[in-house]
C-alpha cells in the first residue's frame, strides 16, 4: 500500500517494484500505471503494449455495453466474436461517425447511411448561350451555376473538378449539342471527360445526319475515373470535323466519390 500520510486521500496499491500500479484518489477516480486519474477510470499504455485487453467467455464471445444513468438501460454495444464484431445503437438514435470533431458518417435508427464529407457535386451552365467549335477544335464548357459541391471541390473559375483524396469517382456530363454541317458521311464530334487535361473517355459519334434543321442532340457521357488526390476533370465538346455548337445553359456536369 502507499505510504500512510496518503491514506487520507489516496490508496495506492504496489507492484513490488517501487512503484505505484493503481492509484484511487479521494473523488474515487482510479488510475492505472499512473497516481493523478481525471476520470473514474484512466489507464496509461505501458511502453509498446496495449492498455486494455478483454477477453472473451467461454464462447470466445468479448463484450463491452454501455448504459443510460439508470444502470439498465443500453445505449450501446461493442461485441467481438470469432466471426464478425458488432459495434452499434441499440437505442433508437444514430450512430455518429466523426474526424476532427466534425460528422463524416451518420447511420440513422433506420439503417440509412449519409456521409454529410463525401465529395459530391453538381453543376450547370447557365450563361453563354449557344458556343460553336471550329472544326478539328475543343472546347471546354463554362458551367458557373452551382447547384450543390459538397466538400468543396468544383472550382467554377477554372471548370475543374479536383480530387480531395485518392478513389474512383462517378462523373457524368450531358451536353446539349448540334452539328453546324450536315454531312451525313463525315461531319461528327465528341462530347470529353478529361483528366489532368488529356482524354480519359468520349461518346461515339453525333453524326450529322442526326441533326436535319433544328432536331438537335442531348449527348451523354458517364464514366467512372481512377483519381490521385489533386488530379482534375473537365468537361468538354470536340468537333471532329466540320463545326459543331453546344448550348452551356443545357449542360449538367456532376460528379460524386464512390470507392
Known sequence: MGRSKDLATRVGIDDNANATAITIDSSENVGV?????????????????????????????????????????????????????NFGSQASIPTKFMTSGSERMIIDASGRVTMPSQPCFLVNGNQGGWQTVSAGGTSTVAFHQEQFDQGNCFNNSTMRFVAPVSGKYLLHFSAYVRLETQDDD?????????????????????????NNGDADQQATLTVIMDMSANDYAMAALNAASGSASFYQPGCQFMGYLVA
Not at 40 to 51: D, F, G, R, W
Request: net charge negative.
Open 33 to 85: 500505471g499512473l497516481t493523478a486519474p481525471t476520470a473514474p477510470l484512466t489507464i496509461k499504455s505501458p511502453t509498446n503494449a496495449e492498455a486494455i485487453h478483454v477477453v472473451g467467455r467461454s464462447d470466445d464471445i468479448g463484450q463491452m455495453k454501455f448504459f443510460e444513468a439508470d444502470h439498465t438501460t443500453i445505449l450501446a454495444t461493442l461485441e467481438a466474436r470469432n466471426s464478425f464484431v
Open 186 to 210: 463525315t461531319n461528327h464530334a465528341y462530347t470529353r471527360i478529361t483528366r489532368n487535361g488529356s482524354i480519359y473517355a468520349e461518346t461515339h459519334y453525333v453524326y450529322g445526319y442526326q
